[in-house]
């Protein structure tokens, strides 16, 4: 069906694809893994027309072909959905759909045939979507929905979807591969690019795994295994489940009281919450995502206006509810941020001017007169420590952080907030669409920060994440802390029923 | 005050609407394209000069216009080859074409008529002073159904929203960019020309006196809608033309006002700019990553 032959791309100094060879069969799922970098992207942007590459050949149905626009792509019968939605937020489904390919002459937009063509397709595939739904009103989930219709509503043969997972819960996801099933049984082809092996393993017919730009394997899903995959895609055996010693917390650190948040629009966030992290431990929150997670953090990072807020925050005995996010950072309280683009970097910057947020007004990064002047000296120094200790790639502190792959951008934040040395840890998601390697990276690196003393609070949807990492795990529902587990004891299922409102027995 | 109210007093607003809702209308095909069109004024400008300097030499009213239209588009793609291919700051350039084109028409009237920014009387064309605002006026429902009746509405919206998404769908967001800021300069052309030869009988120095400016602040008024933007050119031209009604009839000095339509359009600005929402993608260039 689709074959990538030779294939190579460069962004400037970065090598992303090196002589790729793909080979996708007809009528089959067909997985792509590898790291954070490794490519798979690019790979897939240049079969869709979105890149063009520097040498190499497509091949699709045994011919070669130039794709150099998507509008090529969309011609030999191939969709994408993209790791972002391409979607147009403010219009209905309909109009995102036959965008590029409107029914009807070019004075008469037939929308209403259109429209009908989408429920009809949407119910062969049971996606249960509204043709005349506006975009912004749709979940993720039904987002992506949309992005599958606009595939087939061209008729596309072969669809690629980039990390379509990463944004979905569960049940969705299980709904989701129903979907590619029953394409590929229409004998439609499926490509599908993702990070967690599991879903390879559940999904997938074959699979490519690729490495710092290149193939590095190619495999029959039904003979291979998530252990065989991994070493494949890091080049060395990696742990799946971190290895962590007892933990031996200490003293208090933070101690919450009744804490609620009520947002602007009046409805509470948060439900009088209380707990406490002592040094050396890692508290984690499980629950389901948009249940107050969020808000959480943020009233103990300062994010959150005093005026929402009531309850008490303590901190090594000071009570720090009337302190501005800058104060408690300088008390020793870290964060990581669940949104990197929105709270985490400032994209368009480098990585030495992010590697100094939030310690860029004083020493030793601001100097003399009081601290006027940035030291350039002493900022490259730090940011290439960071990127030394927390293995950022590419190593240049003079990139802008927007040419990062997500995983490598996770890495300098994290630096940058370990550096600090703090005393209290936030953490929120710190392994979203990040890859084995970095995930196992990551999580020896909170575990390290643990046995030096320091108090973590760990939010995270991945439920595996938090019941690996946690000493002690509380479940957050509707705003409230429903219970608190073991988590060296406590079944993935009894955690769900808390998650989802059923009552600690 | 009666005498301020009456069938007169529509009539001149309408007339004094029709500039405004004519390089309005222009502005929108640019915008919605998302493509800031600050040179809404140069473009009318470069249409009342054509018009009257080709007009003064053919005799004939309707070949000025024609080549009106033909100078705001050929300036259009000026602001067109330097937002959209060269990737400009698009305020920097709308403001560049309309300081060239204060200076140019009072050297080209120089060096053609000896006079010091004025182009000589031309007669009156009867029709020209009323086909313009029927033109105007129609291209209200007429834009509305381009943009959400039309294939070619629907890729502009979506080339202002987000281009990558109207650029994955096979869109060339170059080609509909340029479509829509040469139209913006037809039109704005047109209502540049009828000052000087529909309403008046001349070009006169920099006679458009900011109307491209209002225009542009009826189209955010307007919240980048046709017909929300008719609405607001309306309420400029009524306050323009209640300006001019009240001049000899109340007992302030005329320049308190004439001052009026501008002060209208601040606080319009000041008020709304916050309310209505761009076109998301508007004075961002579309790099395409290659
Ligand atoms: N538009 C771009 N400009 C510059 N560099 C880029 C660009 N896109 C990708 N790269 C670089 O090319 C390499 C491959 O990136 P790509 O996005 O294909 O990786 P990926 O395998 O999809 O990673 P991830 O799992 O993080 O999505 C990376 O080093 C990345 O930094
Ligand atoms: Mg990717």
Redesign the pocket.
């Not at chain 1, 490794?38 to 240049?46: C, D, E, L, N, V």
């Not at chain 1, 002047?373 to 293995?391: N, P, Y």
């Not at chain 2, 080339?159 to 998404?165: L, Q, R, T, W, Y």
């Given at each position: 069906m689709l074959e990538l032959r030779n294939i190579t791309k460069r962004?400037?100094a970065?090598l992303?694809?090196d002589h790729v060879n793909i080979k996708v069969k007809s009528g089959t799922i067909h997985a792509i893994v590898?790291?954070?970098?490794?490519?798979?992207?690019?790979?897939m942007?240049i079969a869709y027309g979105f890149?063009t590459a520097d040498e190499g050949e497509i091949i699709v149905d045994g011919q070669p072909r130039r794709i150099e626009t998507p509008h090529d792509a969309i011609a030999l019968g191939i969709g994408m959905v993209h790791?972002h939605f391409m979607l147009i937020e403010p219009m209905t489904v309909t109009e995102n759909i036959v965008l590029g390919a409107e029914p009807g002459g070019a004075v008469a937009l037939d929308l209403t045939k259109a429209a009908e063509r989408i429920r009809k397709l949407s119910e062969e595939f049971r996606l249960a979507i509204d043709p005349h739904a506006t975009i912004e009103h749709l979940s993720v989930g039904q987002q992506q929905r949309v992005e599958l219709l606009k595939a087939l509503y061209r008729e596309a043969q072969l669809l690629i979807l980039?990390?379509p997972t990463a944004v979905l819960a569960p049940q969705e996801v299980e709904e989701l591969f129903a979907i590619l099933r029953r394409m590929r049984a229409q004998g439609k082809t499926v490509v599908i690019?993702t990070?967690k092996l599991d879903e390879v393993l559940a999904i997938s017919d074959e699979v490519t795994v690729?490495r710092d730009?290149r193939v590095v394997g190619e495999l029959q899903t039904s003979a291979t295994n998530a252990a065989e995959l991994a070493r494949m895609m890091v080049g060395r055996d990696v742990l799946l489940r971190i290895e962590k010693p007892q933990a031996k917390p200490d003293s208090t650190v933070l101690s919450v009281e009744h804490l609620t948040v009520t947002a602007r629009d009046g409805t509470q966030r948060l439900k009088g919450v209380s707990f406490q992290v002592r040094a050396a431990e890692i508290v984690g929150i499980a629950g389901v995502e948009g249940n107050g997670q969020t808000e959480l953090i943020e009233a103990l990072a300062g994010l959150i206006p005093h005026a929402q807020m009531s309850g008490r925050m303590e901190y090594l005995g000071r009570d720090i509810a009337p302190l501005d996010a800058r104060s408690r950072r300088e008390l020793g309280i870290a964060h990581i941020p669940e949104d990197r683009h929105r709270r985490g970097l400032l994209l368009d910057f480098d990585l030495k001017e992010n590697s100094v947020l939030g310690v860029h007004y004083r020493p030793p990064v601001a100097v003399s007169l009081g601290s006027v002047l940035l030291d350039d000296g002493a900022i490259r120094k730090r940011t290439e420590r960071i990127i030394e200790d927390f293995d950022v790639?590419?190593a240049n502190p003079d990139l802008p952080a927007?040419?990062?792959?997500?995983?490598?951008q996770q890495k300098l934040i994290i630096g940058r907030e370990f550096v600090l040395q703090p005393k209290l840890l936030l953490v929120a998601q710190p392994t979203r669409?990040?890859?084995i390697g970095a995930i196992e990276f990551i999580h020896r690196k909170l575990v390290r920060l643990r046995d030096e003393g320091c108090a973590v609070l760990l939010v995270s949807a991945e439920l595996e994440e938090v019941t690996a990492l946690a000493d002690r795990l509380l479940i957050i529902h509707d705003g409230e802390i429903v219970g608190e587990v073991d988590p060296t004891i406590a079944t993935l299922e009894e955690i769900g029923l808390l998650m989802t409102g059923g009552k600690e027995q | 005050m009666n005498e301020l109210l009456n069938i007169g007093l529509i009539y001149s607003t309408v007339r004094t609407a029709t500039p405004l809702l004519l390089a309005a209308l222009g502005g929108l095909y640019s915008e919605r394209a998302g493509v800031i069109n600050i040179a809404l004024e140069g473009l009318m400008l470069v249409g009342a000069f054509t018009a009257a300097v080709v007009t003064h030499y053919t005799h004939s009213p309707w070949i000025g216009l024609t080549a009106a239209i033909a100078a705001g588009v050929l300036i259009a793609a000026i602001h067109a080859v330097l937002c959209i291919s060269f990737k400009a700051q698009q305020v920097v350039s709308g403001m560049a074409i309309n300081i060239l084109l204060i200076g140019v028409p009072a050297l080209l009237s120089g060096a053609f008529f000896e006079s010091t920014g004025a182009t000589p009387q031309i007669p009156l064309h009867e029709l020209l002073q009323y086909a313009p605002v029927v033109i105007a006026f129609a291209l209200v429902p007429v834009t509305w159904y381009v943009l959400y009746r039309t294939p070619f509405g629907l890729r502009l919206r979506a080339v202002g929203e987000n281009p990558e998404a109207a650029d994955a769908a096979g869109v060339s967001v170059t080609r509909i960019r340029y479509a829509g800021v040469l139209l913006s300069g037809a039109l704005a052309a047109i209502g540049g020309a009828y000052l000087s030869i529909g309403q008046s009988s001349l070009f006169t120095r920099n006679m458009t006196a900011g109307r491209g400016f209002i225009a542009l602040a009826a189209l955010i008024f307007g919240k980048w809608r046709p017909v929300q933007t008719m609405l607001a050119c309306l309420l400029f031209g009524l306050a323009e033309a209640l300006a001019t009604q009240m001049q000899g009839v109340v007992r302030v000095p005329v320049q308190f006002i004439q001052i009026i339509p501008y002060v209208l359009t601040m606080i319009v600005l000041a008020g709304f700019i916050g309310l209505s929402r761009a076109p998301r993608a508007i004075g961002i260039p579309y790099q395409k990553?290659k």
């Amino acid at each position: 069906m689709l074959e990538l032959r030779n294939i190579t791309k460069r962004f400037g100094a970065v090598l992303a694809n090196d002589h790729v060879n793909i080979k996708v069969k007809s009528g089959t799922i067909h997985a792509i893994v590898g790291e954070n970098g490794a490519g798979k992207s690019t790979a897939m942007r240049i079969a869709y027309g979105f890149y063009t590459a520097d040498e190499g050949e497509i091949i699709v149905d045994g011919q070669p072909r130039r794709i150099e626009t998507p509008h090529d792509a969309i011609a030999l019968g191939i969709g994408m959905v993209h790791q972002h939605f391409m979607l147009i937020e403010p219009m209905t489904v309909t109009e995102n759909i036959v965008l590029g390919a409107e029914p009807g002459g070019a004075v008469a937009l037939d929308l209403t045939k259109a429209a009908e063509r989408i429920r009809k397709l949407s119910e062969e595939f049971r996606l249960a979507i509204d043709p005349h739904a506006t975009i912004e009103h749709l979940s993720v989930g039904q987002q992506q929905r949309v992005e599958l219709l606009k595939a087939l509503y061209r008729e596309a043969q072969l669809l690629i979807l980039d990390e379509p997972t990463a944004v979905l819960a569960p049940q969705e996801v299980e709904e989701l591969f129903a979907i590619l099933r029953r394409m590929r049984a229409q004998g439609k082809t499926v490509v599908i690019i993702t990070h967690k092996l599991d879903e390879v393993l559940a999904i997938s017919d074959e699979v490519t795994v690729m490495r710092d730009g290149r193939v590095v394997g190619e495999l029959q899903t039904s003979a291979t295994n998530a252990a065989e995959l991994a070493r494949m895609m890091v080049g060395r055996d990696v742990l799946l489940r971190i290895e962590k010693p007892q933990a031996k917390p200490d003293s208090t650190v933070l101690s919450v009281e009744h804490l609620t948040v009520t947002a602007r629009d009046g409805t509470q966030r948060l439900k009088g919450v209380s707990f406490q992290v002592r040094a050396a431990e890692i508290v984690g929150i499980a629950g389901v995502e948009g249940n107050g997670q969020t808000e959480l953090i943020e009233a103990l990072a300062g994010l959150i206006p005093h005026a929402q807020m009531s309850g008490r925050m303590e901190y090594l005995g000071r009570d720090i509810a009337p302190l501005d996010a800058r104060s408690r950072r300088e008390l020793g309280i870290a964060h990581i941020p669940e949104d990197r683009h929105r709270r985490g970097l400032l994209l368009d910057f480098d990585l030495k001017e992010n590697s100094v947020l939030g310690v860029h007004y004083r020493p030793p990064v601001a100097v003399s007169l009081g601290s006027v002047l940035l030291d350039d000296g002493a900022i490259r120094k730090r940011t290439e420590r960071i990127i030394e200790d927390f293995d950022v790639r590419p190593a240049n502190p003079d990139l802008p952080a927007r040419s990062l792959s997500g995983g490598n951008q996770q890495k300098l934040i994290i630096g940058r907030e370990f550096v600090l040395q703090p005393k209290l840890l936030l953490v929120a998601q710190p392994t979203r669409g990040v890859d084995i390697g970095a995930i196992e990276f990551i999580h020896r690196k909170l575990v390290r920060l643990r046995d030096e003393g320091c108090a973590v609070l760990l939010v995270s949807a991945e439920l595996e994440e938090v019941t690996a990492l946690a000493d002690r795990l509380l479940i957050i529902h509707d705003g409230e802390i429903v219970g608190e587990v073991d988590p060296t004891i406590a079944t993935l299922e009894e955690i769900g029923l808390l998650m989802t409102g059923g009552k600690e027995q | 005050m009666n005498e301020l109210l009456n069938i007169g007093l529509i009539y001149s607003t309408v007339r004094t609407a029709t500039p405004l809702l004519l390089a309005a209308l222009g502005g929108l095909y640019s915008e919605r394209a998302g493509v800031i069109n600050i040179a809404l004024e140069g473009l009318m400008l470069v249409g009342a000069f054509t018009a009257a300097v080709v007009t003064h030499y053919t005799h004939s009213p309707w070949i000025g216009l024609t080549a009106a239209i033909a100078a705001g588009v050929l300036i259009a793609a000026i602001h067109a080859v330097l937002c959209i291919s060269f990737k400009a700051q698009q305020v920097v350039s709308g403001m560049a074409i309309n300081i060239l084109l204060i200076g140019v028409p009072a050297l080209l009237s120089g060096a053609f008529f000896e006079s010091t920014g004025a182009t000589p009387q031309i007669p009156l064309h009867e029709l020209l002073q009323y086909a313009p605002v029927v033109i105007a006026f129609a291209l209200v429902p007429v834009t509305w159904y381009v943009l959400y009746r039309t294939p070619f509405g629907l890729r502009l919206r979506a080339v202002g929203e987000n281009p990558e998404a109207a650029d994955a769908a096979g869109v060339s967001v170059t080609r509909i960019r340029y479509a829509g800021v040469l139209l913006s300069g037809a039109l704005a052309a047109i209502g540049g020309a009828y000052l000087s030869i529909g309403q008046s009988s001349l070009f006169t120095r920099n006679m458009t006196a900011g109307r491209g400016f209002i225009a542009l602040a009826a189209l955010i008024f307007g919240k980048w809608r046709p017909v929300q933007t008719m609405l607001a050119c309306l309420l400029f031209g009524l306050a323009e033309a209640l300006a001019t009604q009240m001049q000899g009839v109340v007992r302030v000095p005329v320049q308190f006002i004439q001052i009026i339509p501008y002060v209208l359009t601040m606080i319009v600005l000041a008020g709304f700019i916050g309310l209505s929402r761009a076109p998301r993608a508007i004075g961002i260039p579309y790099q395409k990553e290659k």
